[in-house]
């Protein structure tokens, strides 16, 4: 079994996909890189299926329509003990690829449970100052509200697989980015947090809610 999915939803994304998928390999062993193409119209496709066939045991290729939430197909074709959302224009911090795999396997070699690993992340824009986004200051043993740019992020979650495959399948909006985060909530039990920047955003974070109140209702 693999240690950890991650999961890059892709279309149109032939400039951008080659440095999220490499940025996997470094740890091919431990990691599955799921694919999942939403129907582009350019060679994104046929990329994908090229890293395939370059790194059968590594790269899963899976095509879907555009109005299908790609979290819950990617679910369906997972294999890896824990999961992560990759966006085709970001990638992974080597070294703290490193340190996710290590620390996942200290917990199994312990024998303990980890619903929830939170990481950092960094925002690494081109012509503009990288900027790190950390949790370390937060007293994780007495959490209470955190400030408004402290919430948990898609970026900084890597979650069970199993436990992500709890969420209620009839609340579709769900299965939308960071709506998934909180959608887990109710079933963390565990969570560790990491200190390492492990999610590198190539751009300008963009939230896409299909519905306008959907984080309300879900709160």
Not at 51 to 72: G, H, M, N, S
Not at 176 to 182: F, K, M, R, S
Not at 195 to 209: A, D, L, M, Q
Request: one cysteine or more; aromatic letters at 10%; glycine letters at 2%.
């Amino acid at each position: 079994m693999k240690l950890l999915t991650v999961c890059i939803p892709c279309y149109n994304s032939i400039m951008e996909m080659h440095k999220a998928i490499n940025s996997c390999l470094l740890m091919k062993d431990e990691v599955e890189v799921l694919i999942v193409d939403r129907h582009s119209h350019d060679e994104t496709l046929q990329v994908a299926k090229e890293y395939e066939e370059a790194y059968p045991e590594t790269v899963k290729v899976i095509t879907t329509r555009e109005d299908v939430p790609f979290l819950k197909i990617a679910l369906e074709h997972s294999e890896g003990l824990y999961f992560k959302i990759l966006q085709c224009f970001d990638y992974l911090d080597q070294p703290s690829l490193v340190s996710v795999i290590e620390t996942i396997r200290d917990f199994i070699r312990i024998q303990a449970n980890l619903d929830l690993l939170v990481t950092d992340y960094k925002y690494v824009i081109p012509q503009e100052k990288e900027k790190r986004v950390s949790y370390k200051n937060i007293e994780w043993h007495n959490i209470k509200a955190f400030h408004k740019h402290f919430q948990i992020d898609l970026g900084s979650v890597i979650i069970k697989t199993s436990t992500l495959k709890k969420i209620n399948t009839d609340e579709e909006n769900i299965f939308y980015n960071e709506l998934t985060v909180y959608g887990t909530i109710p079933y963390i039990k565990s969570m560790y947090y990491l200190n390492v920047p492990f999610h590198c955003y190539g751009t300008r974070r963009k939230i896409h809610i299909s519905k306008s109140n959907s984080y309300v209702d879900l709160m």
